[in-house]
């Protein structure tokens, strides 16, 4: 994968250079740094032990159930400052992932997912995190195609472009509090998807991932 990130991460610098203006960039150190907690620490760390042996248990609501009171004895401030709406961003996204599978109307053209070629699939994968993001993607044409090499590729290329691509680019964005950058994003990743997928093309059309994939194999 190292030749497409490379080829992908210098035309993002091209790309930057001209898109962003030459000024010098100034840190803000007034705010005060937060204080180190060590009990909040710890408590995190074994609530977390806790609800992961929820799951393996098939108890998830109880893990929920004795997180979620463990906060509330801890620090009730965490509950309050969780940012509620990305989660049921991600919530929504992994679960109507599995939903639209299920979809009669959908089912036809889904299964024609493993019938399609190299170049096929490939621009699939990219397309699709355009609008369910990368992760969901793989998930989804998981269900038809074999994990290999060539939906590696595709995914992560589809992780740039539009700002579903992924979910990474939410919550980097949410966080930056500017909206007049979301335009801006779209333009520059935007760009580097489609020379990303136009470049992967050439690899798949000679055949190089197959190669790849065999000389992995066989290592």
Known sequence: MAPLAGAMMLTLVVLCWFSFPNKALHYHTGTRAPDWQPHLVWGCLVLYIIFLAALELKQELWGLAIVAAGFMVLARRVILSVDWTLLLVFMAMFIDVHLLTQ?????????QIGALSAPGLWLTAIGLSQ???????????LNYVPPTLLLAWAVNVGGFGL?????????????????RIWWRFSLVFGTDADMGG??????VADDVI???CR???GA
């Open 103 to 111: 979809l009669p109307a959908l089912q036809g053209t889904t299964h």
């Open 131 to 141: 609008f369910i993001s990368n992760v969901p993607s793989t998930i989804l044409l």
């Open 163 to 179: 700002l579903p691509g992924s979910l990474a680019n939410l919550i980097a964005l949410r966080m930056a509090n500017d909206r």
């Open 198 to 203: 136009a470049g992967g093309l050439w690899f």
């Open 210 to 212: 197959d190669v790849v």
């Open 215 to 217: 000389m992995a194999a």
